[in-house]
């Protein structure tokens, strides 16, 4: 797994035994990562931001099995923790799986779609799969002026888990002049024990839409 993201070409992989990572990996190509029944464990032991995998390029995860994250250090406000951080003109396509985030932290996420800079772009698209969290399942988050994120739940399962305030199963947020943000949901299930969505602008010229 490492060395297909490593690899400077894009790749389709295939697990075959469970994978245990000691290190974060970041994705800048195409690949298609078929989860195949096993499971992808990842431990965040940082004070600073961490994800599982950082996806800048097109990933998109099939089959059944999972992906995990559990976090030891509660971030506050100034950092985040996420199973997948999909940024900086990244695409992310979930098929399958299960993507999970553990642990009691704030600012911890299943998906972070996010975006950072001037003009950058983040989309994520969930078809299938379990996509859930302790905190918010899946956050869009604009940081930077001019910026736009996109996230279509088609189908599957966002739920966030536990009764924490300021917790959702989707986060659709904007910071910054100018940024877009835009969440449509055409099918699936989107669960939480707090608020099932949030719709939330902090910033001048800036717009949030939700499509039911």
Avoid: C
């Avoid at 099939?62 to 994250?69: C, D, F, R, V, W």
């Avoid at 996010?114 to 950058?120: A, E, H």
């Amino acid at each position: 797994l490492e060395e297909a993201m490593a690899s400077k070409y894009g790749n389709e992989v295939t697990l075959v035994a469970d994978v245990k990572l000691s290190e974060s990996l970041v994705n800048t190509k195409e690949i298609t990562l078929n989860l195949n029944g096993h499971t992808i464990t990842g431990t965040d032991n940082a004070t600073g931001s961490y994800a599982v995998i950082t996806n800048k390029g097109n990933l998109t995860i099939n089959g059944k099995g999972a992906i995990t994250l559990t976090a030891t250090n509660n971030r506050g406000w100034n950092a985040y923790s996420s199973v997948i951080s999909n940024t900086v003109g990244g695409k992310l396509t979930v098929n399958g799986g299960t993507i999970e985030h553990l642990g009691g932290t704030d600012m911890a996420y299943a998906i972070d779609n996010l975006t950072n800079g001037k003009g950058t772009y983040a989309e994520t698209v969930i078809n299938g799969g379990v996509v859930k969290s302790t905190y918010r399942a899946v956050r869009q988050f604009l940081n930077g002026i001019e910026a736009q994120n996109i996230l279509t739940v088609n189908g599957g399962t966002s739920e966030h888990l536990g009764g924490t305030d300021m917790a959702y199963a989707i986060d659709n947020l904007t910071n910054g002049k100018g940024t877009y943000a835009e969440t449509i949901i055409n099918g699936g299930e989107i669960k939480s024990t707090y608020r099932p969505i949030r719709m939330f602008l902090n910033g001048v010229e800036a717009d949030n839409i939700l499509t039911v």
